[in-house]
């Protein structure tokens, strides 16, 4: 976790500093409007206990079954998956 997890009040400095490494200097024109706080809003992943591959599952009666609770929660993890089902579906396996 970075200061800005632990201090919300850091975020909008912390995140405008990401944003400079990715932009540039465009930046510095923007505004922070606001910032919620989500509790919860992604599952915790214990140290050790990650594990994306495949990232999708393959029930009893054939059916692919693939989404973040696949892989690891969160966007990536949902397009992952789905990723690397259709690949599998397609190549047969």
């Known amino acids: 976790m970075g200061p800005a997890a632990s201090d919300p009040d850091a975020f909008p400095d912390a995140a405008l500093v990401q944003l400079r490494r990715w932009f540039g200097k465009a930046v ?9 706080h989500i509790p919860h809003a992604l599952p915790r992943h214990p140290g050790g206990g990650f594990d994306p591959e495949p990232g999708y599952r ?8 693939a989404g973040d609770h696949t892989a690891f929660g969160a966007i990536q993890g949902a397009l992952r998956a789905g990723r690397r089902a259709a690949e599998a579906v397609l190549s047969g396996e």
């Open 28 to 36: 510095e024109g923007w505004e922070h409007l606001r910032t919620y």
């Open 58 to 65: 393959v029930r009893p009666d054939g059916v692919t079954v």
